[in-house]
């Protein structure tokens, strides 16, 4: 599969009920939504993939697995390689009509982005580095999407946000997407690193 990936020729809400529209059976496979997504791209695979942290609709147990794919397809981007996913991703299965639902909110909330998005700041995205940049980015945050820590508030939607925020802004060649894309990156880590001191800080009195 090309790693290279081109401009969306339709609105992201218009793709995904493309997706919706072809989705069929009781569960359907990462592989077989890859494939039905197609000429979209990798980049198109990845907002799908984070959808369901960023809405009220969610898919239950699939921050690890999701995560995993999100982080093998930002190292293919980073080192302008073939995407490469393991078959127990590849077969990893979910349910349709769950999978119906996260969409169906997907593009409700696209339609309401996407009058926002357009290409601008082209230094951003316009250059094989940076694009290499953006996908150890992407790497980063499905990094940060699989820790297990999704009982604890925001910990799958700041870095579910920092993704689609990073792959939008390459997909529609948007700088401000990307920056905004780093910001939340950030804001990740920065939550994570104070959630780790206040454990640190909680064991210490507990000793004392």
Same mark, same amino acid.
């Given at each position: 599969?090309?790693?290279?990936?081109?401009?969306?020729?339709?609105?992201?809400?218009?793709?995904?009920?493309?997706?919706?529209?072809?989705?069929?059976?009781?569960?359907?496979?990462?592989?077989?939504?890859?494939?039905?997504?197609?000429?979209?791209?990798?980049?198109?695979?990845?907002?799908?993939?984070?959808?369901?942290?960023?809405?009220?609709?969610?898919?239950?147990?699939?921050?690890?697995?999701?995560?995993?794919?999100?982080?093998?397809?930002?190292?293919?981007?980073?080192?302008?390689?073939?995407?490469?996913?393991?078959?127990?991703?590849?077969?990893?299965?979910?349910?349709?009509?769950?999978?119906?639902?996260?969409?169906?909110?997907?593009?409700?909330?696209?339609?309401?982005?996407?009058?926002?998005?357009?290409?601008?700041?082209?230094? %951003?995205?316009?250059? =094989?580095? +940076?694009?290499?940049?953006? &996908? #150890?980015?992407?790497?980063? $945050?499905?990094?940060? *999407?699989?820790?297990?820590?999704?009982?604890?508030?925001?910990?799958?939607? %700041?870095?579910?946000? =920092?993704? +689609?925020?990073?792959?939008? &802004? #390459?997909?529609?060649?948007? $700088?401000?997407?990307? *920056?905004?894309?780093?910001?939340?990156?950030?804001?990740?880590?920065?939550?994570?690193?104070?959630? =780790?001191?206040?454990?640190?800080?909680? &064991?210490?009195?507990?000793?004392?």
């Amino acid at each position: 599969m090309d790693t290279h990936f081109h401009d969306t020729d339709v609105p992201l809400s218009v793709a995904l009920k493309r997706t919706i529209s072809v989705i069929q059976g009781d569960t359907i496979t990462l592989q077989q939504l890859l494939h039905l997504i197609g000429e979209q791209g990798l980049l198109f695979f990845c907002i799908i993939l984070t959808i369901p942290f960023l809405l009220p609709v969610s898919i239950p147990g699939v921050s690890t697995v999701f995560g995993l794919v999100i982080i093998l397809i930002g190292i293919s981007v980073t080192l302008n390689r073939t995407l490469w996913l393991p078959n127990k991703l590849l077969h990893y299965q979910v349910n349709s009509a769950q999978l119906i639902g996260v969409l169906e909110k997907g593009v409700q909330f696209f339609t309401k982005l996407e009058r926002w998005v357009r290409a601008r700041l082209s230094y %951003l995205t316009g250059s =094989a580095a +940076m694009n290499r940049f953006n &996908g #150890l980015a992407l790497t980063v $945050g499905g990094v940060l *999407l699989i820790f297990p820590l999704s009982f604890i508030p925001f910990s799958n939607t %700041l870095p579910a946000l =920092a993704i +689609m925020l990073l792959a939008l &802004g #390459l997909l529609q060649r948007d $700088g401000y997407c990307i *920056l905004a894309g780093y910001v939340a990156l950030v804001a990740t880590i920065l939550y994570f690193g104070g959630l =780790a001191l206040l454990v640190v800080i909680g &064991g210490q009195n507990l000793l004392g």
